[in-house]
C-alpha cells in the first residue's frame, strides 16, 4: 500500500500565493514521475505540471510562469509553488506518484485525497 498525504490548500485572494505539498510513503522502492492535476467545478481534471525522477518538468499553458513543481526525493514528497493565483485556478488539487514496489516491477499509480483551492476576493 502507498499513501499520499497532501497539504497546503486554502483560501487566497487573487494575487496571492500558496505551496502545496505532498508525501508518499508505503511500500515505495522508487518513484518515477510525481504531478499535480486538478479538477474545477463543471470541467475535466487537467494536469497541471509533472516533474519526472530526473527533474525534468512540464507545466499546463495556463500556469506556466507562475507555478512551479519541485521534489524532495529524500522525502518522496513534491511541491507546487503557485503564485499569482487567479479565480480560474480555483479547483481539488490531486497529486499524483508513479511508482515501483521492487526493482523492475511494474509501474504503478497512487492519488492523493485532494486539497481545495480556492482563489477569491
Known amino acids: 500500500q502507498v499513501q499520499l498525504v497532501e497539504s497546503g490548500g486554502g483560501l487566497v485572494q487573487p494575487g496571492g500565493s500558496l505551496r502545496l505539498s505532498c508525501a508518499a510513503s508505503?511500500?515505495?522502492?522508487?518513484?518515477?514521475?510525481m504531478g499535480w492535476y486538478r479538477r474545477a467545478p463543471g470541467k475535466q481534471r487537467e494536469l497541471v505540471a509533472a516533474?519526472?525522477?530526473?527533474?525534468?518538468?512540464n507545466y499546463a499553458d495556463s500556469v506556466k510562469g507562475r507555478f512551479t513543481i519541485s521534489r524532495d526525493n529524500a522525502k518522496n514528497t513534491v511541491y507546487l509553488q503557485m503564485n499569482s493565483l487567479k479565480p480560474e485556478d480555483t479547483a481539488v488539487y490531486y497529486c499524483?506518484?508513479?511508482?515501483?514496489?521492487?526493482?523492475?516491477?511494474?509501474?504503478?499509480?497512487?492519488w492523493g485525497q485532494g486539497t481545495q483551492v480556492t482563489v477569491s476576493s
Open positions: 499524483n506518484v508513479a511508482y515501483r514496489r521492487r526493482a523492475a516491477g511494474p509501474v504503478a499509480n497512487a
Open positions: 508505503g511500500s515505495i522502492f522508487s518513484i518515477n514521475a
Open positions: 516533474i519526472t525522477s530526473g527533474g525534468s518538468t
